[in-house]
């Protein structure tokens, strides 16, 4: 994957963040039909603003996700859209995530821009998560 380059109306930018994120208490209930609707949800929710998903890795306890996004969508902005909108659908379909948590994600959360690695690196990190030698035998 080259470097892409997007023209605005006054200038040209290349800006892709890395985002991390966590439930409430790091609890591990990102598994299951929670995670393959919590894919869908945040594919969605990207789509809606235009941020391209180059690549996204959800764990039992944390959720990595690597969007390109236009100059005037801060990296807080979109770390909390995606996080709003998911806790928002998530809570509502599932009701084993309000009666384990009194929120869903904890308040934090981790974004990196993307410029000192290229970002065929970051999406290999992001897409290589469950191979790490201390995620052996967690389940999915």
């Known amino acids: 994957m080259g470097r892409q380059v997007t023209a605005g109306a006054g200038g040209v930018y290349d800006l892709g963040y890395h985002v991390v994120w966590c439930p409430k208490y790091r609890r591990a209930v990102l598994v ?6 919590l894919d869908a949800l945040v594919r969605e929710k990207c789509a809606e603003h235009d941020w391209p998903v180059v690549a996204l890795e959800i764990e039992p306890d944390h959720v990595h996700v690597f969007v ?7 990296p807080s902005y979109i770390a909390n ?14 009701a084993h995530l309000r009666s384990r948590l009194p929120t869903l994600w904890s308040r934090s959360y981790f974004v990196a821009t993307v410029g000192a690695v290229s970002a065929e690196t970051v999406r290999r990190y992001i897409d290589t998560q469950d191979e790490r030698p201390w995620r052996k035998g967690v389940a999915r």
Request: glycine share 12%.
């Open 32 to 37: 299951g039909q929670v995670r393959d609707r």
């Open 68 to 74: 390109r996004a236009h100059p005037k969508h801060s």
């Open 81 to 94: 859209q995606i996080k709003g909108f998911t806790s928002h659908e998530l809570r509502g379909e599932f």
